[in-house]
């Protein structure tokens, strides 16, 4: 039986705690290191190339989950991510599987889920909670409602006939990353032009 190696990254010391004592009762699951930050687990991805990163989304200060998942998707190493999380909302589950994530799994969910989220990651499967199944599953059928709640309010703001420097000051942001973010706006929304987007805005609006 091979064992599977497991890093658990979580800014919640009793999370993480749970967690390993949780996966300690199966034999072939194997817990060789934890990460408090989206910075550390980058470290310890490229030091000990764990097969499975259970990932959470929120970690305080500094690089947040989906960031690191990102970061560690780009370091092409191979490791299969699981989001273990409190956080069940539409935008945060379609970023984090756009991101790369393999499955997502709720923090209530059951020790057996669990166990089978880690195995069936290490071999391709994807593995989701059921809330969270459905909710993907409604997003992939309404593709207009995928945006994260910053790019919503950048399409709003839009309307208002904004530069990309008066974006970036009204939302604190540089203007590079308000590039990137209407990037994968228009990306999402099928559109090439400001106008088109603003005019998809608009629309969305009057259809509430």
């Given at each position: 039986m091979?064992?599977?190696?497991v890093?658990?990254?979580?800014?919640?010391?009793?999370?993480?705690?749970?967690?390993?004592?949780?996966?300690?009762?199966?034999?072939?699951?194997?817990?060789?290191?934890?990460?408090?930050?989206g910075?550390?687990?980058?470290?310890?991805?490229?030091?000990?190339?764990?097969?499975?990163?259970?990932?959470?989304?929120?970690?305080?200060?500094?690089?947040d989950g989906?960031?690191?998942?990102?970061?560690?998707?780009?370091?092409?190493?191979?490791?299969?991510?699981?989001?273990?999380?409190?956080?069940?909302?539409?935008?945060?589950?379609?970023?984090?599987?756009?991101a790369?994530?393999?499955?997502?799994?709720?923090?209530?969910?059951?020790?057996?889920?669990?166990?089978?989220?880690?195995?069936?990651?290490?071999?391709?499967?994807?593995?989701?909670?059921?809330?969270?199944?459905s909710?993907?599953?409604?997003?992939?059928?309404?593709?207009?409602?995928?945006?994260?709640?910053?790019?919503?309010?950048?399409?709003?703001?839009?309307?208002?006939?904004?530069?990309?420097?008066?974006?970036?000051?009204?939302?604190?942001?540089?203007?590079?990353?308000?590039?990137?973010?209407?990037?994968?706006?228009?990306?999402?929304?099928g559109?090439?032009?400001?106008?088109?987007?603003?005019?998809?805005?608009?629309?969305?609006?009057?259809m509430?």
């Amino acid at each position: 039986m091979s064992t599977i190696t497991v890093l658990l990254v979580d800014d919640h010391l009793v999370v993480r705690s749970g967690l390993r004592a949780l996966l300690g009762t199966q034999p072939d699951i194997d817990v060789v290191a934890e990460a408090a930050s989206g910075e550390q687990a980058l470290e310890l991805v490229r030091e000990l190339s764990p097969g499975v990163v259970v990932m959470d989304l929120a970690m305080g200060d500094g690089m947040d989950g989906i960031e690191a998942i990102r970061r560690i998707r780009g370091l092409n190493s191979g490791q299969a991510i699981l989001v273990f999380t409190t956080y069940d909302s539409d935008a945060d589950i379609v970023r984090a599987v756009d991101a790369g994530a393999m499955g997502y799994l709720l923090k209530d969910a059951a020790p057996e889920e669990i166990f089978a989220a880690v195995r069936g990651a290490v071999q391709g499967r994807s593995v989701m909670s059921p809330p969270v199944a459905s909710r993907l599953f409604q997003q992939l059928r309404n593709p207009e409602e995928v945006l994260t709640p910053r790019e919503a309010e950048l399409l709003s703001l839009l309307t208002q006939g904004l530069s990309n420097r008066e974006l970036g000051q009204r939302l604190f942001i540089s203007e590079a990353t308000v590039k990137t973010h209407l990037a994968h706006i228009y990306s999402k929304l099928g559109v090439e032009t400001r106008a088109a987007a603003i005019a998809t805005a608009i629309r969305r609006e009057g259809m509430r």
